[in-house]
């Protein structure tokens, strides 16, 4: 038999006084392993001292009955001083006594009893070399889990840092005196209290984009955040999608299934379209709600829960209430705070911004590189109403990248709908340029620096040179203020 695991023989000592009994245990290993033999303790000590450190001796098989002392003595020894190696006892004698206290003093594996059989022998030390083997490998790895730790919680840290960057306040891309600055601050003073938020808009306003803000700047930012769309399942579904059921509970339950409420205990459970949910519906969530805790269909016990839940809906909830549509405890349950998204039509100032970030994600999708938008083209953004508010901006910009032949997009690659959308005047009146500004006088300042800009370029057809001496600046002081903006510098 050998032993493939390790690369080179491992190392036994065989300590026996009896010349005889050494030899037929070296005849019998010395193929498996590099045998060193010792005829008493003193001599079996000098032998781990010297050999130790290169020969790797990973077993010592000790015979019981010694002139100077025991097996179990030798082997107590060993033990406080080289604690991996494993140790064997070999005895010709069955003494109660002498096997407990080689298992309790010595910590002996096993315990062989004269006169031995050679394979069986083999096998045992066979064995006893994988156990050293797998310590040594355990050993190993404990210390790389301890070294490796504090890298990986540096890592898991540097992620969730960029998580709530991507996804928290940070991810809500808005210029200075934009609408949702007051919403903003709203949801970092709401966000640290386990209240539930109903958030109101339009649809593609980004009404998701706010409750992921909302639990990423929690304390549940470290938990799952489950999303679920009320209104594209039919109760019976949505039921046991957000509750669970058990294996049986109805035809084509084979097996048990895990509820969207019990998978987010802890985290938060954001729960959109929640107005095209029907009353019976309603009262089902409600109990929820208020004891935090439901049973799974089929099921006959309950589960508690502990769930932030967010709400969303472009319905007049309030008005879906007076005319019973809607039940008002539940309302008044879900919206403990009321968050309004505003539309991308009253966000002027922020289309600049949104539009280039869309760009970004959009050429990343489509492995396409690009600059950024003519004047033109941002000039139509802002002059169009966006019915499909940010979601109809991103399909707008992922389609323009698609048909794109150059990096820069034109006013050629805009979609039916906005191509006849009226461009900005070229000169405008002084309540044009005033008209949607908001915020301190630094924050106007900077929106209308942003429509200056724009007409400027648009004027010019893109000529950067032509525009900066209009404008009294630099061509290179031109291209830092059309990237602030992201206007494309062609």
């Known amino acids: 038999m050998s032993l493939p695991l390790l690369r080179r023989l491992p190392a036994v000592l065989v300590i026996d006084d009896e010349l005889r009994s050494q030899e037929a245990l070296r005849r019998t290993l010395e193929e498996d392993f590099e045998v060193f033999c010792a005829s008493s303790a003193a001599e079996a000590m000098d032998i781990l001292d010297r050999e130790q450190a290169t020969a790797n001796i990973c077993i010592v098989l000790c015979d019981q009955r010694m002139p100077e002392k025991t097996g179990v003595q030798f082997l107590k020894e060993v033990r406080s001083r080289w604690p991996d190696i494993v140790r064997i006892i070999l005895s010709g004698y069955t003494d109660a006594e002498d096997i407990i206290a080689g298992v309790n003093e010595a910590g002996i594996w096993q315990y062989l009893l004269k006169p031995w059989q050679p394979e069986q022998l083999l096998l045992t030390l066979l064995r006893a070399a994988e156990v050293w083997r797998l310590q040594l490998e355990n050993q190993r790895l404990s210390l790389d889990l301890r070294t490796a730790e504090p890298v990986l919680k540096r890592r898991v840290e540097k992620k969730q840092d960029k998580v709530k960057r991507r996804f928290g306040l940070g991810g809500i891309i808005r210029a200075p005196g934009s609408p949702l600055e007051p919403l903003c601050a709203l949801i970092e003073r709401i966000a640290p209290y386990d209240l539930s938020v ?3 808009g339009e649809s593609g306003t980004g009404k998701e984009m706010v409750a992921r803000a909302i639990h990423f700047e929690s304390a549940r930012a470290d938990k799952v955040f489950i999303t679920e769309n009320c209104g594209a399942l039919p109760d019976t579904l949505l039921e046991s999608e957000l509750f669970g059921y058990k294996r049986g509970a109805f035809t084509g339950a084979v097996e048990d299934r895990v509820g969207l409420f ?5 985290g938060t459970l954001f729960l959109d379209e929640i107005g095209e949910t029907s009353p019976a519906f309603q009262v089902k969530l409600l109990r929820v709600l208020q004891e935090g805790e439901f049973r799974p269909l089929g099921s006959n016990r309950s589960v508690t829960v502990d ?3 967010i709400a969303a809906t472009n319905r007049d909830l309030e008005a879906d209430v007076r005319n019973g549509r809607f039940r008002e405890d ?4 879900l919206a403990t705070i009321a968050l309004h998204v505003p539309p991308l039509r009253e966000r002027k100032a922020d289309l600049p911004l949104l539009a280039r ?6 050429a990343r999708t489509l492995g396409r590189e690009m600059q950024g938008f003519s004047p033109d083209v941002l000039a139509t953004f802002a002059a169009y109403p966006w019915p499909g508010n940010v979601r109809e901006l991103q399909n707008e910009i992922l389609r323009m990248v698609a048909l794109a032949d150059s990096t820069t997009l034109g006013t050629a690659l805009l979609s039916p709908r906005l191509a006849g959308t009226a461009a900005v005047s070229a000169t ?6 005033a008209d949607g500004l908001s915020g301190n006088l630094r924050e106007r300042m900077e929106q209308l620096e942003l429509r200056v800009l724009t007409a400027a370029m648009a004027r010019h057809a893109g000529n950067k040179s032509r525009a900066a001496r209009e404008l009294g600046l630099s061509r290179v002081g031109l291209r830092a203020k059309l990237n602030r903006y992201g206007i494309a510098d062609e």
């Open 262 to 266: 019990q998978q987010a205990d802890g």
């Open 357 to 362: 970030a869309l760009l970004d994600s959009s």
């Open 330 to 333: 539940l309302y008044y349950r």
């Open 307 to 309: 769930v932030r839940v």
């Open 198 to 200: 109903m958030v109101t």
């Open 428 to 433: 405008p009146t002084a309540a044009d340029w």
